[in-house]
């Protein structure tokens, strides 16, 4: 499938999918997936509704085992080790924002925010309240540490697991539809917050979406999954895409939600 | 088909990164964190050396008497010389000397700070504000005593308007005009009557046992061996199959009730079901409490046989009374009406389970764990309620002589 592209800068790149395919028992939901993931980019798992994108997620992140094929974190292989590997490869280097940011309910934010620290570091109290505050300064929240997930609206529980996902300070990041849901102000806003911890934390971003003013404005690679066919049907940052891509699918993807956009500026 | 776009200008970006992040992870030979403020004149110079990790847990901290050398108006700027490996912890030092110097009115001038590290601490506010809590007031008495008692009425008040539109919704149905469907209601009958078959047999028949060997050894003494079959019969159909069927379906049926309505709570199911204008009522209280009403004096009747059964299968064992004898006498003792009384008292039960269970899980929260403390309190509601209203029927019985 893909050529790995490679810079004299990264041999190997931090993440990459080869051949893998995924199902759900007897159900194809992706197949022959292959693509690399450089370090510190934003990389966009983009496609239609159904198409599997959140499914690759979730094997990325050790919830789906790949019926075939291989996935590589910095040349390890993923899925060949036991449990224990993909654990500690998950607590020491992946943070994950879920859909609907899946805090814990039980818990304030704070504590959301920081058992991740209790439970894997020997840190004590006080430098875990400062990390936690930290954490939540860092995408705005600092004040809601003493609040319940249940008293929080979409677009702050969403920075809260951002701040969750940040507990550990992990190198990669992982966002399922991170500003699905989010008034366009406020969706913007975690946009600039999302390359602003890029840059700052020097980590990489592995975002799923099919919010197009948010992938032109920060994905800069990416991959297109196609429903049909059931794998990636181009490779690229989704604006050169919506320019050069020739693919006809592709074209209606970005195009025309681009008339939509380009519509709502208007209005 | 695929495109394959270079990416000439993302690869650079990355290139740069890395040299920044090369640049600042030099290593230095002292590797604890230090820092150190050094004043000359218009200007404090905070100097940072050593390693600056998080998880080592060794973040210095730095506080507004810190700045104490500085005048209002000056500026503050870093050295950042010895600087070695940095992460958060040092975001986390940097954001107590932002603070720091809001607090004391200094300039702080970042420019010598590692990019990535100033891209963060702009992030970050100058102050920290107040975090907002929940309103949590102390233990006030009289607030509470009263706020109890309210809460008590209203909740009366709540369980029979729900009583009223059940009732109501149970009226209309049997016009056929309610938005019951016949669906809903079989399948929460199965799920009440037949699946709850097992534990009711096993409940009974051990009650049934254990009153025949509790009576057995007390009858005996007065050879009065065959009037164990009254005892067991008595109490198998006037309480113990009532109540023991209640309980099991108060904690087997109650519970789920309350965490399925509670999480369709949590779901907005039932806001959508509100705004498609299908009333609670109809679609769920009504098929759950019929659901009850329809199994539990069923099971009641099996409890009935199976408690009676018990109490023989202990007797025949334990004393000198022939089957036919203990069949004879049990007939002799119980009388179809005690059989209705049972009825009757069933039917309220399962009303009872069924409405205060739906009520509390309609009232729950929206958390996950507010379905499990909704289930809790429907089970211990389910019970408690079950046993007073049967002593209320007790007495109601002593007093109409029945």
């Given at each position: 499938m893909s050529d790995?592209?490679?810079?004299?800068?990264?041999?190997?790149?931090?993440?990459?999918?080869?051949?893998?395919?995924?199902?759900?028992?007897?159900?194809?939901?992706?197949?022959?997936?292959?693509?690399?993931?450089?370090?510190?980019?934003?990389?966009?798992?983009?496609?239609?509704?159904?198409?599997?994108?959140?499914?690759?997620?979730?094997?990325?992140?050790?919830?789906?085992?790949?019926?075939?094929?291989?996935?590589?974190?910095?040349?390890?292989?993923?899925?060949?080790?036991?449990?224990?590997?993909?654990?500690?490869?998950?607590?020491?280097?992946?943070?994950?924002?879920?859909?609907?940011?899946?805090?814990?309910?039980?818990?304030?934010?704070?504590?959301?925010?920081?058992?991740?620290?209790?439970?894997?570091?020997?840190?004590?109290?006080?430098?875990?309240?400062?990390?936690?505050?930290?954490?939540?300064?860092?995408?705005?929240?600092?004040?809601?540490?003493?609040?319940?997930?249940?008293?929080?609206?979409?677009?702050?529980?969403?920075?809260?697991?951002?701040?969750?996902?940040?507990?550990?300070?992990?190198?990669?990041?992982?966002?399922?539809?991170?500003?699905?849901?989010?008034?366009?102000?406020?969706?913007?806003?975690?946009?600039?917050?999302?390359?602003?911890?890029?840059?700052?934390?020097?980590?990489?971003?592995?975002m799923v979406s099919h919010e197009l003013p948010s992938l032109f404005a920060i994905a800069d690679d990416g991959v297109f999954l196609d429903a049909q066919t059931k794998t990636v049907i181009a490779h690229g940052s989704p604006s050169v895409l919506r320019e050069t891509c020739s693919d006809p699918q592709v074209r209606a993807f970005m195009r025309r939600e681009q008339a939509d956009t380009a519509v709502a500026d208007k209005g | 088909m695929e495109c394959i776009v270079p990416e000439v200008a993302a690869a650079q970006a990355t290139a740069s990164i890395f040299e920044a992040n090369e640049l600042t992870h030099s290593a230095t030979k002292d590797h604890s964190p230090n820092w150190q403020l050094r004043r000359s004149v218009g200007r404090s110079v905070l100097a940072v050396g050593g390693d600056w990790i998080a998880q080592s847990g060794r973040i210095p901290e730095f506080s507004t008497s810190d700045l104490r050398v500085g005048r209002a108006g000056d500026l503050l700027v870093f050295d950042t010389v010895s600087l070695g490996k940095w992460d958060t912890g040092f975001v986390v030092f940097l954001w107590d000397v932002k603070r720091a110097a809001a607090n004391a009115d200094l300039a702080v001038d970042d420019s010598a700070l590692p990019d990535a590290a100033r891209k963060l601490l702009d992030l970050l506010p100058d102050q920290l504000s107040e975090p907002q809590k929940l309103l949590r007031r102390g233990f006030q008495p009289f607030n509470w005593l009263g706020g109890k008692t309210i809460g008590v009425f209203s909740e009366l008040g709540a369980v029979s308007q729900l009583l009223a539109g059940t009732a109501k919704g149970g009226l209309r149905a049997i016009v056929a005009k309610a938005l019951i469907r016949a669906v809903d209601l079989i399948a929460n009958t199965r799920a009440a009557g037949p699946s709850a078959l097992v534990?009711?047999?096993?409940?009974?028949?051990?009650?049934?046992?254990?009153?025949?060997?509790?009576?057995?050894?007390?009858?005996?003494?007065?050879?009065?061996?065959?009037?164990?079959?009254?005892?067991?019969?008595?109490?198998?159909?006037?309480?113990?199959?009532?109540?023991?069927?209640?309980?099991?379906?108060?904690?087997?049926?109650?519970?789920?009730?309350?965490?399925?309505?509670?999480?369709?709570?949590?779901?907005?199911?039932?806001?959508?079901?509100?705004?498609?204008?299908?009333?609670?009522?109809?679609?769920?209280?009504?098929?759950?409490?019929l659901a009850l009403v329809f199994a539990m004096p069923l099971l009641y009747l099996y409890g009935c046989l199976v408690g009676m059964f018990g109490g023989f299968v202990v007797s025949i064992s334990m004393l000198n009374i022939t089957s036919l004898g203990y069949l004879h006498q049990t007939l002799d003792a119980v009388p179809i009406d005690q059989f209705i009384f049972g009825f009757i008292k069933t039917i309220a039960f399962a009303v009872m389970i069924g409405l205060i269970s739906c009520r509390i899980g309609l009232t729950a929260g929206r958390s996950a764990a507010d379905v499990g403390v909704a289930a809790t309190r429907a089970v211990v509601a389910g019970i408690v309620g079950v046993i007073t209203m049967d002593a209320m029927f007790a007495v109601a019985a002593d007093v109409i002589g029945i």
């Open positions: 790995p592209r490679r810079t004299p800068l990264d041999e190997i790149p931090l993440l990459s999918m080869r051949g893998v395919t995924l199902s759900f028992g007897p159900k194809i939901i992706q197949q022959n997936l292959s693509f690399d993931v450089r370090r510190g980019s934003i990389f966009a798992v983009m496609g239609g509704s159904g198409c599997g994108k959140s499914t690759v997620l979730k094997s990325m992140i050790g919830l789906l085992r790949p019926r075939v094929g291989h996935f590589f974190v910095e040349g390890e292989d993923y899925w060949a080790g036991g449990e224990l590997l993909r654990t500690e490869i998950g607590r020491r280097r992946f943070g994950v924002l879920f859909q609907n940011a899946a805090l814990w309910s039980a818990m304030t934010v704070g504590l959301n925010v920081a058992l991740p620290m209790q439970m894997f570091t020997s840190l004590d109290e006080s430098t875990i309240r400062r990390l936690t505050m930290l954490k939540l300064g860092l995408v705005g929240m600092e004040h809601a540490v003493d609040l319940l997930p249940s008293e929080l609206s979409g677009g702050m529980r969403k920075r809260a697991g951002l701040a969750r996902a940040l507990a550990l300070d992990p190198d990669i990041l992982f966002f399922d539809e991170p500003s699905a849901g989010l008034d366009p102000i406020t969706s913007s806003r975690l946009d600039d917050l999302i390359v602003n911890l890029r840059d700052g934390l020097g980590a990489t971003i592995v | 534990i009711v047999s096993v409940v009974n028949f051990l009650i049934g046992a254990i009153l025949a060997f509790v009576g057995a050894v007390q009858l005996r003494r007065f050879a009065a061996d065959i009037f164990v079959a009254n005892l067991v019969g008595l109490a198998v159909v006037r309480e113990m199959a009532a109540v023991m069927t209640a309980i099991v379906m108060a904690g087997r049926t109650g519970g789920a009730y309350a965490a399925r309505i509670a999480t369709m709570r949590g779901n907005e199911e039932l806001d959508a079901l509100e705004v498609v204008g299908i009333p609670l009522s109809d679609y769920l209280i009504l098929p759950s409490v």
